[in-house]
């Protein structure tokens, strides 16, 4: 499946993404280009360490305390952080400021558009493997996968968009809308809403999304282990689980 396109399908794309056409009769496809797409989730509150991403390598990205050696942190940029389990307004605490092909094969997926004057009948899947999240601490990671998402059963988590809502043009050439569709963690299906932002980026067409949930939810709905999330979940010290994609599509070729 090719991720490269002439300049005629660029541009009749472009004019669809952003609605300026009149509509199209040809269904649209658009996938996500992996090593320019990334996922995160951070915990609220974070207690200054508890947030993670699929693309590490990213220099707007910087690990939590109790981070491995070796582990980039830039203190002149670095925000102020807290670790008194105070909420946490800044979601997600370190957004991507430029796109670089140098995150890890960990996120997948195709958006299918069909009407693009008022937006009906936009579908489409985004996959994230879990075991691409990086939090800057190893044994964190590992006791996260094995132990907490079960990824060797569940090794996917995947957000399936039904419908977009509420579309609207912001300033310049950006999309707001609301996607609608199912959010599948753990092995468990459930509705979900995640605001959408979508723009011309020069790597391709950017789509940011955002969606929390309960934390209690990760043991009482999602059936995590109450034991591996004794302290966080059970105690109550977590009160949010932000999760998100910053995702590069990519019109399909022939």
């Not at 995947?158 to 043009?169: A, C, E, H, M, T």
């Not at 949930?213 to 004794?230: E, F, P, R």
Request: include cysteine; glycine fraction near 8%; proline fraction near 6%.
């Amino acid at each position: 499946m090719a991720l490269t396109t002439s300049r005629g399908q660029l541009l009749v794309a472009t004019l669809a993404l952003f609605g300026v056409t009149t509509g199209l009769s040809a269904q649209l496809r658009w996938t996500v280009e992996p090593k320019t797409s990334l996922a995160w989730w951070q915990v609220d509150p974070h207690f200054n360490h508890l947030w993670a991403t699929t693309c590490p390598a990213d220099h707007s990205w910087q690990p939590g305390e109790g981070r491995d050696p070796g582990q980039y942190v830039d203190y002149k940029t670095r925000p102020d952080l807290r670790d008194n389990g105070g909420h946490e307004t800044r979601v997600p605490l370190f957004p991507r400021m430029q796109v670089n092909a140098v995150c890890r094969t960990a996120v997948s997926g195709t958006v299918l558009l069909q009407d693009t004057l008022h937006w009906n009948g936009v579908r489409g899947e985004i996959t994230l493997n879990p075991d691409s999240l990086f939090s800057g601490l190893a044994f964190r990671d590992d006791f996260a996968r094995s132990m907490v998402l079960n990824t060797p059963r569940y090794p996917r988590i995947r957000f399936v968009i039904d419908s977009l809502i509420n579309v609207q043009k912001g300033p310049g050439d950006t999309l707001h809308a609301t996607a609608v569709g199912s959010f599948n963690l753990h092995g468990v299906t459930t509705p979900m809403q995640a605001p959408v932002l979508a723009w011309r980026d020069p790597a391709g067409f950017r789509v940011q999304a955002m969606f929390d949930i309960d934390a209690q939810d990760l043991t009482n709905k999602y059936g995590m282990s109450k034991v591996a999330l004794g302290l966080g979940v059970v105690l109550h010290r977590w009160k949010r689980l932000h999760m998100g994609v910053d995702v590069i599509l990519q019109p399909q070729g022939d």
